[in-house]
C-alpha cells in the first residue's frame, strides 16, 4: 500500500558525537586500593625512604589510614634494623596523621630510651598516658625512668599502676620488689617477690633475692630455704647445657 504523500518518513535518530577523550596526563593522581600499594611498598620494604613513599603519596590516592599503616611498618623496620633516627621520623609523621595515636608517642618513647634521650623518653611516655591512661607498658617505664632519676615515690607510683594492669607480668612484680626494698619496705618488697615467684617458681634470681631479704630480717631457715632453691635450680640448668 503506497504512503500518503502527507506522511513523512521517521526522522532518523542523530548519533552521538564522537566524545575525544583527553590522554591522561602524568600528572593526574590515579586512586588505586591502598592493598595495592601496600604490596607494592612492602615488595621494596628494604630500601623503601620517607623519600619514596612521597613519591607514592603524590602518584596514588591514599587514604590517612593506608599512610598511617605503612609509616607504622617503617618505624618497625627501622627500630628492628637499628636505624633510630628514621624510626622516629616515621613516628613523627604518624603523629602529624594522628596526633591522638598513643602508641606512637609510645614507640618514640621507646626510642628515645634506647638512644639515652631520657628527658625525651619521659616527655613521649607522659604523652602517650595522656592519651591512654591504661597503657601498662607507659606505665612501666615511666616508672624505670624515676627509678634511675632515684625518684623512688614516682618510680612507685607508675610501677604499681604497671602492675595492677598487667599482674601476670612477674618480673614487673620483681622490679616492684625491689622498688620497694629502695624505698626501706621490706614487707612490701617480701609480698611482692612471693608474688613473682608464684607466678614463674623457677626463676633462681627471685629466689635469690627473698633469701637476701629474709636474711636481713634475721630469718636465716626461711633464707636457707630459698638459697638451697637457687642451688638446685642452677644445678638443673647446667645439667641441661
Do not use: C
Request: aromatic share 8%.
Amino acid at each position: 500500500m503506497s504512503t500518503s504523500s502527507n506522511e513523512q518518513a521517521p526522522a532518523a535518530k542523530p548519533r552521538p558525537a564522537s566524545v575525544d577523550r583527553p590522554e591522561s596526563s602524568p600528572q593526574t593522581s590515579a586512586t588505586v586500593s591502598g592493598e595495592f600499594v601496600m604490596h607494592s611498598i612492602l615488595l621494596l620494604f628494604g630500601r623503601i625512604t620517607n623519600l619514596v613513599l612521597g613519591f607514592y603519596s603524590k602518584v596514588f590516592v591514599l587514604q590517612s589510614h593506608d599512610l598511617t599503616q605503612i609509616y607504622k611498618n617503617l618505624g618497625t623496620s627501622y627500630r628492628n634494623k637499628g636505624l633510630d633516627q628514621k624510626a622516629l621520623a616515621s613516628y613523627r609523621e604518624l603523629i602529624k596523621l594522628n596526633p591522638h595515636d598513643a602508641d606512637s608517642h609510645f614507640q618514640m618513647g621507646r626510642v628515645y630510651s634506647k638512644n639515652g634521650e631520657i628527658a625525651l623518653a619521659q616527655r613521649a611516655y607522659e604523652s602517650t598516658l595522656q592519651l591512654k591512661p591504661n597503657h601498662a607498658e607507659a606505665h612501666y617505664y615511666l616508672g624505670m625512668i624515676h627509678s634511675k632519676s632515684k625518684e623512688i615515690p614516682q618510680a612507685l607510683e607508675a610501677l604499681g599502676k604497671a602492675v595492677e594492669l598487667a599482674p601476670n607480668n612477674h618480673e614487673w612484680i620483681y622490679r616492684l620488689a625491689l622498688l620497694h626494698d629502695k624505698a626501706g619496705s621490706a614487707e612490701l618488697a617480701i609480698e611482692n617477690i612471693k608474688k613473682a615467684i608464684a607466678l614463674k617458681a623457677d626463676e633462681a634470681k627471685y629466689h635469690q633475692y627473698l633469701g637476701f631479704l629474709y636474711e636481713g630480717q634475721g630469718r636465716h631457715d626461711d633464707a636457707l630455704g630459698h638459697f638451697k632453691t637457687v642451688m638446685e635450680l642452677e644445678g638443673a640448668a647446667a645439667e641441661e647445657l
